[in-house]
């Protein structure tokens, strides 16, 4: 199945932009179901770095560890999920289409280990392909309110 891609115009500069859609710390004010994040080198992340994305899932909170792919301020920024039955790829890329606006894409795929195999097809991918647009426009929102 193709990836899952959703793109939203926030009126915020790419710098902005990235720096907010990116940082672990503030998944949960914009992501359905995140509860916490973090990146374990925040000061300077580069490819390896883990992040540690904890979501209330079935009653229960979960955490799943994350590796940084590849990250290239402000345009690019990827990790893919190592551990657990349902492991995330996740693409961020910020196009600026002016000094104070900016395009922002999220493709989010997923690949599913052991049980992960007959969830992701059924249940994870619907979820989410209803969850993305919802969590783009919590994001659009947070951002051009300033916060």
């Given at each position: 199945?193709?990836?899952?891609?959703?793109?939203?115009?926030?009126?915020?500069?790419?710098?902005?932009?990235?720096?907010?859609?990116?940082?672990?710390?503030?998944?949960?004010?914009?992501?359905?179901?995140?509860?916490?994040?973090?990146?374990?080198?925040?000061?300077?992340?580069?490819?390896?770095?883990?992040?540690?994305?904890?979501?209330?899932?079935?009653?229960?909170?979960?955490?799943?560890?994350?590796?940084?792919?590849?990250?290239?301020?402000?345009?690019?920024?990827?990790?893919?999920?190592?551990?657990g039955?349902?492991?995330?790829?996740?693409d961020?890329?910020?196009?600026p289409?002016?000094?104070?606006?900016?395009?922002?894409?999220?493709?989010?795929?997923?690949?599913?280990?052991?049980?992960?195999?007959?969830?992701?097809?059924?249940?994870?991918?619907?979820?989410?392909?209803?969850?993305?647009?919802?969590?783009?426009?919590?994001?659009?929102?947070?951002?051009?309110?300033?916060?």
């Open positions: 199945m193709a990836p899952i891609t959703v793109s939203t115009d926030i009126g915020r500069s790419a710098p902005e932009v990235f720096a907010y859609a990116t940082d672990p710390t503030r998944f949960h004010e914009w992501q359905s179901g995140v509860v916490d994040g973090h990146l374990d080198s925040p000061e300077n992340p580069k490819p390896g770095a883990l992040c540690r994305t904890t979501r209330r899932i079935g009653g229960a909170n979960r955490t799943s560890t994350s590796e940084l792919t590849h990250i290239n301020p402000p345009a690019t920024w990827g990790v893919r999920g190592i551990d039955p349902i492991r995330a790829i996740v961020v890329t910020v196009e289409l002016d000094t104070h606006r900016s395009r922002l894409t999220i493709t989010v795929d997923f690949a599913g280990h052991g049980i992960g195999k007959i969830l992701v097809p059924l249940v994870v991918r619907p979820e989410a392909r209803k969850e993305m647009p919802g969590n783009l426009a919590r994001l659009k929102q947070h951002l051009e309110a300033g916060k």
